[in-house]
């Protein structure tokens, strides 16, 4: 049995939906089925999420519910009366509700459920498959934590059962005393895969809107090269640097089971997509795919000496601790440090954590540099190939790119370089050049 999840381009209008059924039927494999709000129809299209959040945060500013739901509702309408559902839900009094639960709500993650919520409505009233609401299935603690061992228990009991299929919500679960908490964006994925490891799936398929993993991100390289199989730890490496077309922790809950997943192509069925399995898949490929992200600081860190002063790093490091902040990498060198940070978890607390460095571990310089990108090379064929760095180095000095810090862990899966942010789209492509093309 085949645990299935759509995206928001899958689940966009009627029509696509139409696309996503006629998948789902010519398999009867496929009985557990996970889907996205509504995504987006044409480039400049507003996701259902985002017009959620919208209508959330302006209701907050005093504006009128019902007015900011409309283009919602319509949105809605328009899919249920495309697929010739719209008399077999009672979608007034689900709008109502939806409405009254915005109104009523202290954080935007009611909201921001119910594009999936109504979305799973909706196709399982098409299929005739039952709709399981993720809220019984998907447990938060109390402080919005993800319990993955009690939701795999709550979803086996709710989901195993059944006979017929079931369509359920994804990006949401709730809490033990029903309040809505979602997973970050992309969460769906997350969602699937959950439900993937619950009913023991024999494959987790992930529908999307591309052939798979494709070798770097298409928005930035002109047709890049699909990936055809990918082990889990590349998938994580690159998901985790980027590469969004499957969210980073989808992987946790199909790992524990060893499920393959297979992202596939809503538009382009026939397309075999990327298989993601258990285990290294071979050392003839040098590089599996590049993946990367921009939005870093960096934040040199200069002291004589600082080698051999026992507990440098902890003082360093317990600096972030108390802000609650986490680094993305510290790589160092005999009397310098350097701290690479997401601009996200700095947030607007930068005074605070430059006091709180010079106070903890009083450097000789202090230098920091904003807009830079971290760009990962992955593949496990490089830990076998000598040369594979200096291939890159030498690739990126071709075009003039200039590498402002290295990464290479000892497992020698990845090499991470750190690029101003204006030379991203660059130095992508001349590392694509180099190895892929
Ligand atoms: P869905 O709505 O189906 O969840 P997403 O928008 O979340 O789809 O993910 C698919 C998109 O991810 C693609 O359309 C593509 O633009 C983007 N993407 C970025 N990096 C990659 C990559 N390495 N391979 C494939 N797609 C990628
Ligand atoms: N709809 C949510 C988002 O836009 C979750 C998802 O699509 O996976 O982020
Ligand atoms: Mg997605």
New binding site residues.
């Given amino acids: 049995m085949k645990v299935c ?6 689940m966009a209008s009627s029509d696509t939906i139409k696309k996503v059924a006629e998948i789902i039927r010519s398999d009867e494999a496929r009985k557990y089925i996970v889907v ?1 709000a509504p ?1 987006k129809r044409f480039p400049k299209d507003i996701k259902i999420t985002d017009s959620l959040l919208n209508c959330y945060q302006e209701s907050k500013k005093g504006k009128s519910v019902n007015e900011l739901f409309k283009p919602i509702r319509e949105r809605f309408t328009e899919i249920a009366v495309g697929l010739g559902v719209e008399k077999k839900l009672d979608l007034e009094s689900i709008f109502q509700a939806i409405e009254e639960g915005i109104a009523s709500s202290s954080s935007p993650d009611f909201a921001a459920a119910q594009g999936e919520r109504l979305s799973a409505m909706l196709l399982a009233s098409y299929l005739d498959y039952n709709f399981v609401d993720a809220k019984e299935i998907v447990r938060f603690s109390d402080n919005g934590v993800f319990n993955a061992e009690y939701t795999n228990d709550l979803a086996q009991k709710l989901l195993g059962a059944r006979e017929s299929g079931v369509v359920i919500p994804g990006f949401y679960g709730s809490t033990s005393s029903g309040r809505i908490v979602t997973f970050s964006r ?1 969460g ?2 997350v969602s699937g895969a959950i439900v993937a490891r619950a009913v023991k799936a024999e494959l987790y398929e ?5 052939n ?8 930035i390289v002109d047709h ?1 090269k699909q ?1 055809p199989e990918l082990s889990y730890r590349e998938l994580r490496e ?1 998901s985790y640097m ?6 980073p922790e989808s992987i946790f809950p199909v790992r524990k089971a060893n499920i393959p997943i297979n ?1 596939k192509n ?1 538009f382009e069925p026939s397309n075999p997509g990327t298989m993601i399995l258990p285990g290294v898949l071979s050392h003839e490929r040098l590089i599996t ?1 590049i ?1 990367g992200k921009r939005g870093f600081v960096s934040i040199l860190i200069e002291k004589s000496m600082m080698n051999n002063e026992i507990g440098f790093t902890r003082k360093l490091l317990s600096v972030l601790e108390n802000l609650n902040m986490s680094f993305e990498h510290l790589p160092s060198g005999i009397d310098t440090m350097t701290l690479i940070l997401a601009d996200s978890e700095i947030g607007n607390k930068m005074q605070e954590l430059v006091g709180g460095i010079r106070e903890a571990v009083s450097p000789d310089r202090l230098e920091i540099q904003s807009d830079l990108a971290l760009i990962a090379t992955v593949g496990h064929g490089m830990a076998y190939k000598p040369g594979t760095a200096s291939r890159l180095f030498t690739a990126l000095s071709r075009v003039g790119v200039n590498i402002k810090m290295i990464d290479q862990g000892s497992s020698e899966l990845n090499i991470i370089v750190a690029v101003k942010g204006d030379d991203y789209e660059k130095a992508i492509n001349a590392i694509y050049e180099e190895f892929i093309n």
């Fill in positions: 999840k759509f995206g928001g381009s899958s996205s995504g992309g769906s994925d992930n529908w999307t809107d591309v798979g993993f494709l070798t770097a991100d298409p928005r890049p990936i690159l980027g590469a969004n077309v499957l969210h992202i809503t795919g993946a």
